[in-house]
């Protein structure tokens, strides 16, 4: 069994903002698997279901993103998963352009403070993650408002298109494939 997790924000307020992509992520593969994510235990909002004919466990934390590591925990160790090789978390990436997907199996939180929690409460780095790139900060913007901002239409299409190919990433890594993920998901857009 396989726990993805996406990180976000509760409440809706911060719905569709670029902070929330993991969540969004987590509702497209609901919708798409036909798995309600609506069982709220261990401090998240979550779903069983079966992928490609793999079992998985939907969550979205409701600890707010900088606490994400608590409610991960605790479906780990409720679900006793190997987060090293039976946990997947899919999150916004400042540092990819719009769209941009990044595959890895493990890592450095690189600034992020969900994935720093996360760390922080595993006790190590080793799991894979989906990163979805969000942009770049412009010049002379707070960081806290530019992730909790929300994205523009354009900019939503892309999103779109992304969260297909991150469902694509991710069929591959339940099959035990991460490599085969990075090979054919950690390009550069054209």
């Known amino acids: 069994m396989y726990i993805i997790a996406g990180l976000g924000n509760p409440?809706?307020?911060y719905e569709n903002t670029r902070h929330n992509i993991g969540f969004m992520a987590i509702d497209m593969l609901a919708d798409k698997y036909d798995i309600s994510v609506t069982n709220c235990k261990h401090r998240a909002l979550i779903g069983k279901g079966v992928i490609n004919?793999?079992?998985?466990?939907?969550?979205?934390?409701?600890t707010y993103m900088n606490l994400s590591g608590e409610a991960i925990r605790e479906i780990v160790d409720y679900y006793k998963a190997d987060a090293e090789s039976e946990l997947?978390?899919?999150?916004?990436?400042?540092?990819?352009?719009v769209g941009q997907l990044r595959i890895r199996k493990k890592g450095s939180a690189g600034g992020h403070n969900g994935i720093k929690n996360i760390i922080a409460n595993l006790g190590h780095d080793m799991f894979m993650r989906i990163k979805i790139?969000?942009?770049?900060?412009?010049?002379?913007?707070?960081?806290?408002?530019?992730?909790?901002?929300?994205?523009?239409?354009e900019?939503?299409?892309?999103?779109?298109?992304?969260?297909?190919?991150?469902?694509?990433a991710l069929r591959l890594m339940l099959e035990g494939?991460?490599?085969?993920?990075?090979?054919?998901?950690?390009?550069?857009?054209s």
């Not at 004919?53 to 409701?62: A, N």
Request: charged fraction near 30%.
């Open 11 to 13: 409440t809706r307020e």
């Open 53 to 62: 004919g793999v079992k998985v466990v939907l969550v979205k934390p409701l």
């Open 88 to 97: 997947i978390v899919i999150y916004d990436d400042i540092s990819l352009d």
């Open 133 to 153: 790139g969000v942009g770049e900060k412009p010049k002379g913007y707070d960081l806290v408002d530019y992730v909790l901002g929300h994205f523009g239409s």
């Open 155 to 168: 900019e939503l299409a892309v999103i779109k298109e992304s969260l297909e190919k991150a469902d694509g």
């Open 177 to 189: 494939k991460a490599d085969a993920a990075m090979n054919e998901y950690n390009t550069k857009k």
